[in-house]
């Protein structure tokens, strides 16, 4: 329980540098109680360029496999970290009572889909509530080549950008901010299609002309490529009430009158402290009328779940690289048998047996760890490319980044197959000095 | 090979340290009769059930000054920490705000909030939660919990622990079931209380 208590007490760092030391530890002891007094480099160079094609097709082989169980654990880990990222500014979400994962994709990844409204009376309840600091309505439906349309509140803009606008927010009913990546530039001007996709029907909102006004900073958010407009222009376009009596017409943002206010698929809510968060969410969690939830527990049950899968890839990759390292293995047996005159002839000489097993240790473990440091170069590699993929395709900021999970599975694979590897150096002693000089 | 950190890290520790966390008993937290007033309608619906109980009378429904605690759960834990998550259901006129609880078998018990930054969860202290009349507060796993560390105690899935929730009305005595190590609800949960 103490060393325990003291492990856990460790700095993480500290912790991770222990770990790559004692996986590191056996090919260090190996290789120091085999080489103490020895010089075999200039054999071992030799040997190396002799076979080199069928050596570098081995470094190739090994840092296929070390790569692919890197790639595996960076990818999973920058995606987790990227969702997350991107549901930040997210802090509570009410909507009407359904699937929490739904309106999380609607709300957070803007992922289109249809959804019960949230009726007037009840969002001036939610605003109007002391521990909330904005409740943003949203207002889907239409887009522009492609990009979602969204109308809001210029509290939920200025939280999504943090305050940081290119340009100014809004001051009149038509006029938008747009994402860091969505299709249109600060001046230029829009008509929204109803729908989105390839059902958006282009002409249905003739007379609307949006003009961009503000530009929002990259997010790496699917918010990016997103047009924002006020959320009274959306409930226009589509001939409904804009959310204020006739005697307020013309006013943009809250508060909005109950009996004018066309219904909203969720409302963000932001409240400055956690506590208040928890307390707003038992509020909101009412049988029948509302459903308050926080991304952060929707993404964090989920990850739970992709933790899983990851154990069951880490098993897969766990498989070829047993695979590998039996192949290896074998490989190195076959190369030994390449060069049994060699060795014969050393022991011929009169070589003490140590230094032909370092001869022979040395170049395999030269492979080895060839193979693996090529393996996490082409790991953070596949990662990258993957990455700016995946970024590309759901504007969520995929980051790849080499952590020490990675550098301790290399690690490890280095010091299993180096410890293996002593068993070929061991066979190439045992076979008789005649008949390899004679080979 | 392995390519799973924390079953590294716990594999070097082991390596390193030849350490056994020493599995104590949690026998002595078992049932005590403390609960006379305790829903005895809810034990008698499941008497019948077959939920696999060893002893059927093990209550889930806990109730003091207009305060309902349904399914109090905890995960086994040998790590000297544990997270404890229940339903409080606010059935007075008055809002009640949920504080923490005293754990007699820990050094300290706070009530935690989960937070998520930059793809991490983390759960932070909180000063209380307020619950208004006729609502529920749900704590759970990624959400809120109270959190109790340094643990006098191991328990083991089936054990029970006994603690009490600190509200400001009044204080909750609960029996709190131990689920496994790996579970993220109460084995009811989704029954009707």
Redesign the interface.
């Known amino acids: 329980?103490m060393?325990?208590?003291f492990?856990d007490g460790l700095p993480v760092l500290f912790?991770d540098v222990?770990?790559l030391a004692?996986?590191l530890s056996p090919l260090l002891a190996v290789g120091i109680f085999l080489l103490r007094g020895f010089a075999p480099w200039p054999l071992v160079r030799a040997v190396i360029w002799r076979f080199r094609w069928a050596n570098a097709m081995f470094v190739g082989l090994i840092a296929i496999s070390v790569g692919m169980?890197i790639s595996?654990?960076a990818q999973e880990?920058g995606l987790?970290?990227?969702?997350?990222?991107a549901?930040?500014k997210f802090d509570l979400i009410v909507s009407a009572p359904g699937s929490e994962m739904t309106m999380m994709l609607a709300t957070v990844f803007l992922q289109p889909t249809d959804v019960p409204l949230l009726d007037g009376e009840t969002y001036a309840e939610i605003a109007g509530h002391e521990n909330v600091d904005f409740a943003a309505p949203l207002a889907f439906g239409d887009s522009y080549d492609g990009a979602p349309v969204v109308g809001t509140t210029e509290d939920f803009v200025r939280h999504l950008s943090d305050n940081r606008i290119d340009g100014r927010i809004w001051t009149a009913t038509f006029e938008a901010v747009a994402g860091a990546a969505a299709s249109v530039g600060l001046g230029e001007s829009f008509t929204p299609a109803h729908g989105m996709g390839d059902e958006a029907d282009d002409d249905a909102h003739g007379s609307a002309v949006y003009q961009v006004v503000g530009r929002l900073p990259r997010t790496g958010t699917p918010w990016d490529r997103a047009i924002l407009v006020p959320v009274e222009a959306v409930w226009r376009v589509h001939g409904l009430a804009d959310g204020h009596a006739p005697e307020n017409a013309g006013q943009i943002g809250p508060p909005f009158d109950p009996d004018y206010f066309p219904g909203t698929p969720s409302v963000i809510l932001r409240s400055e402290a956690?506590?208040a968060?928890?307390?707003l969410?038992?509020?909101f969690?009412?049988a029948n009328e509302t459903m308050a939830f926080?991304p952060?527990?929707v993404?964090?049950?989920l990850y739970?779940v992709m933790g899983d899968i990851?154990?069951v890839m880490?098993?897969m990759?766990?498989v070829t690289?047993?695979l590998v390292?039996a192949s290896v293995l074998l490989g190195l047996f076959i190369l030994t048998r390449l060069f049994r005159r060699q060795v014969a002839m050393l022991s011929a000489l009169g070589a003490p047996a140590r230094f032909v097993l370092a001869v022979v240790w040395s170049y395999a473990a030269g492979l080895l760890v060839a193979g693996t440091i090529a393996g996490i170069a082409l790991g953070v590699g596949a990662t990258v490319a993957i990455s700016r993929v995946v970024t590309a395709r759901t504007d969520i900021l995929v980051e790849a980044t080499l952590g020490?999970?990675e550098i301790?599975?290399a690690a490890?694979?280095l010091a299993?197959t180096s410890l293996l590897s002593l068993l070929p150096a061991l066979a190439s002693l045992r076979q008789p000095v005649v008949e390899g000089l004679r080979a | 090979m392995q390519a799973n950190y924390p079953m590294l890290s716990a594999l070097a520790l082991s390596l390193l340290l030849g350490a056994v966390v020493p599995a104590q008993s949690a026998d002595d937290h078992a049932h005590d009769e403390a609960h006379s007033e305790d829903d005895h309608d809810h034990a008698e619906e499941h008497s019948e059930d077959d939920h696999g109980h060893e002893e059927d009378e093990a209550a889930h429904a806990f109730e003091a000054g207009g305060i309902k605690v349904v399914h109090p759960w905890m995960n086994a834990t040998s790590t000297g920490e544990a997270l404890f998550f229940m339903e409080i259901e606010n059935e007075g006129t008055e809002s009640v705000t949920i504080l923490g609880a005293e754990v007699s078998f820990a050094d300290t018990a706070e009530l935690v909030g989960f937070l998520m930054v930059g793809g991490e969860g983390s759960y932070e202290p909180l000063p209380g939660v307020p619950v208004a009349p006729e609502r529920e507060l749900d704590l759970a796993p990624n959400a809120l919990a109270i959190r109790a560390s340094g643990l006098t105690a191991s328990f083991a899935k089936g054990d029970t622990a006994e603690i009490t929730l600190l509200t400001s009305a009044v204080p909750v005595p609960l029996t709190v079931e131990v689920e496994a190590e790996d579970a993220t609800h109460h084995s009811h949960a989704g029954h009707a209380h």
């Open positions: 329980m060393l325990r208590d492990w912790q222990i770990v004692v996986l169980g595996l654990i880990r987790r970290q990227g969702t997350a990222a549901a930040d956690l506590w968060n928890y307390a969410r038992s509020e969690t009412r926080f952060g527990t993404l964090a049950n739970r990851r154990q880490s098993i990759s766990i690289q047993i390292a020490w999970s301790h599975l490890a694979f299993i």
